[in-house]
């Protein structure tokens, strides 16, 4: 960052409104309900959306001779990014996207998803392929070379900077000060207790000018994983649950599972973005039984890393979590329609002459 304050390297805008979604520290603050809500807020306000991840952990589609070529013969940013939805159909499962990638495609059919660690490269591609005019940077606040019109900053309210020390000591990804780059700062996670009132003070200490918003996730549903059924969370009332899933913090999952008079029998815990076997998910189910559990659940996004079965003696089941607004009197479109519209005004003043996606490609300007 401090290259980029010195002028030693330069951001690049792309003519259209960019809004960065992330954090300052490693996973768990739920950022991909939040990438979702954005998202379909922006589509049900007549603008075409381009979600931009970096797909951590995804497979590449292309073969080893492919890539051989590549470093032979191509230069990184002739080669396109990978299109997980064009905005109408899936086109690549969740080994190829990664699991955010594939979740927010499944989730949200107007909006193209594409994946690439050059951001640039990507918004350049989504504008001129698809005729974008919003990008949404998926954990793109340590993301510099693209300048946002707007940074959305996550914080976990329940743990919000681990030991305040750095990786790898602590979990966080760059100093506390840096708070100050955000527009506007989401505590998710919140549950509105006295505990808030400090964590805010603490905040506006690093960045004053930030509107601060609390916000909480919410289970919604349940849905079969290989049926599809849906069901009403009143479901898990009583119900003796085997619980297994592979994200950055399983303890508030495991506590909506309780919340809904759910009691967890067996417990399985893996690291964030892990790979299931059909093995490991058999495996799970039978050790359920044994201790006499009547369905297995799972997250969404531990959902679509689970491998077919050919048979399922339980149940299994996922969650599905969204996000919520609790400060304030507007719902989160309202919420997420203010905050985008100034900004889309401001890109508008600076670009008067309103070129075409595909006119303004192109040219890359420079701050």
């Known amino acids: 960052m401090t290259l980029y304050r010195q002028g030693l390297f330069r951001h690049r805008t792309l003519g259209c409104l960019v809004v960065s979604i992330g954090n300052l520290t490693v996973g768990g603050t739920g950022k991909t309900p939040v990438v979702e809500v954005f998202s379909r807020a922006q589509t049900h306000n007549g603008r075409k959306v381009a979600i931009l991840s970096r797909g951590y952990r995804s497979k590449s589609n292309r073969t080893f001779l492919e890539k051989i070529t590549d470093k032979l013969f191509r230069r990184a940013s002739d080669v396109p990014p990978r299109v997980v939805s064009d905005g109408r159909r899936l086109l690549l499962n969740s080994d190829l996207a990664g699991d955010e990638p594939y979740m927010l495609a499944s989730n949200l059919k107007d909006v193209i998803v594409l994946v690439d660690k050059d951001r640039v490269k990507c918004g350049r591609y989504a504008i001129s392929e698809f005729g974008v005019d919003t990008l949404i940077l998926d954990d793109g606040f340590q993301y510099l070379p693209l300048k946002p019109s ?157 491998p077919k079965l050919d048979r399922c003696d339980l149940p299994v089941l996922l969650m599905r979590v969204e996000i919520d607004i609790l400060s304030g009197h507007e719902n989160f479109h309202q919420c997420i329609s203010r905050i985008c519209f100034s900004r889309f005004s401001e890109v508008q003043r600076t670009d008067t002459s309103s070129p075409t996606p595909i006119e303004r490609l192109p040219h890359v300007s420079e701050d």
């Open 150 to 306: 707007l940074n959305i900053m996550l914080v976990d309210s329940t743990r919000p900077f681990d030991n305040h020390h750095l990786l790898p000591r602590g979990l966080l990804r760059e100093p506390i000060k840096n708070l100050r780059r955000a527009d506007f700062i989401f505590l998710t996670k919140s549950n509105g207790g006295a505990h808030l009132r400090h964590l805010k003070e603490f905040i506006k200490r690093h960045n004053h000018h930030a509107e601060i918003i609390e916000c909480s996730h919410k289970p919604q549903y349940l849905r079969n994983v290989y049926t599809q059924e849906v069901l009403a969370l009143n479901y898990l009332k009583g119900k003796k649950i085997a619980s297994i899933c592979g994200i950055a913090a399983p303890e508030s999952f495991e506590r909506f599972l309780k919340r809904f008079g759910a009691t967890l029998v067996y417990l399985e815990r893996h690291a964030d973005h892990h790979r299931y076997t059909q093995q490991e998910i058999i495996d799970c189910i039978n050790n359920g039984i044994e201790k006499g559990a009547e369905l297995v659940l799972t997250t969404e996004k531990d959902a679509v890393r689970f």
